[in-house]
């Protein structure tokens, strides 16, 4: 009777090693002083290491320093609170690849000693995707500036920053002036190449600190912060629009020319909201067209907030 209770005792720790070395999933036991104890397969293929190199190990015996201190904090903070624990973190595996997992912890209590079993889940396919994404948010695709949902973003920080500092931001609106006729003579695939080679111009007319958005066709947007006057603002506009007027672009063979209209406000003068501070911009660009394109206007010195 023993010897059929010790041979099914056997047979079913067989049965769990088995299973626990065929899961997908790198699994890992440590006792409460954060030593290893424990590994399955997945573990030791993750880790790069036999079981015999792992258990009696710690944390700092395995992984970089600030790795190490990282999962070391965590785990003496889950043995004092006791119950689970879930934390997202970037590892490299033996392969060497930095990978995104989730590591799930849950300490439990055998022959009157406590111990944390861990299991890390793999999540760098869908952090990657998940980055693609917010890329794909953030970025024009055609020009690869900034998006207009970038903007906001980049605009409603700036503003807060002002309002706390003390500095003056510009922002422009900018609509290319002669667009239009090349799109319509060339093609739409002549317009993109040339709205790619306006926006690289853009890019390297400004500071790498500065933020040039695409809005949509042959509109762009500008964001300067830290400047000292208004002066500077105008310096800025004066010099785009020079360096687009001197600029011959070369599209599928053709060389063409264009100039711009700017409007310009400032924050905090025209407003704390990125809404408050782009409608003053595009009232102040649509005077620099009435006034016969090629040129900037400002926003009035004493407006009505919108």
Same mark, same amino acid.
């Given at each position: 009777m023993e010897e059929d209770e010790q041979l099914d005792n056997i047979q079913a720790y067989e049965l769990t090693q088995s299973i626990i070395n065929a899961l997908p999933v790198p699994i890992f036991v440590k006792d409460s002083d954060g030593v290893y104890v424990y590994c399955n397969r997945p573990f030791e293929a993750f880790v790069g290491r036999r079981i015999h190199e792992i258990v009696g190990r710690s944390v700092f015996d395995l992984w970089n320093?600030?790795?190490a201190r990282v999962y070391h904090e965590a785990d003496v903070e889950l043995f004092r609170a006791g119950g689970q624990q879930q934390y997202e973190a970037q590892v490299k595996g033996a392969d060497g690849s930095l990978r995104d997992v989730i590591f799930h912890k849950a300490v439990f209590r055998s022959a009157g000693e406590r111990y944390m079993a861990g299991a890390i889940l793999d999540i760098s396919a869908r952090k990657h995707a998940e980055r693609e994404l917010e890329k794909v948010a953030l970025t024009d695709t055609l020009t690869g500036a +900034? $998006?207009?949902?970038?903007?906001n973003g980049v605009l409603d920080k700036a503003c807060k920053m002002v309002v706390r500092q003390g500095h003056l931001m510009a922002i422009m609106s900018l609509d290319l002036d002669g667009f239009k006729p090349? #799109?319509?003579s060339f093609g739409h695939h002549a317009g993109d190449e040339l709205l790619v080679q306006?926006? +690289?111009?853009?890019? #390297? $007319?400004v500071r790498e600190t500065d933020t040039v958005a695409r809005l949509g066709g042959?509109?762009? +947007?500008l964001v300067f912060e830290g400047l000292t006057h208004r002066d500077d603002a105008s310096d800025l506009a004066k010099n785009l629009l020079d360096r687009l007027a001197e600029t011959a672009f070369h599209v599928f063979g053709q060389t063409v020319r264009l100039g711009a209209s700017i409007g310009i406000s400032f924050c905090p003068d025209h407003g704390r909201t990125p809404e408050q501070l782009l409608k003053w911009a595009d009232f102040a660009l649509y005077d620099a067209k009435r006034a016969g394109k090629g040129c900037y206007r400002m926003a009035p010195d004493s407006p009505k907030i919108l």
């Open positions: 320093p600030d790795l +900034a $998006s207009r949902y970038h903007l090349i #799109n319509d306006v926006t +690289a111009l853009l890019r #390297n $007319s042959d509109e762009f +947007a």
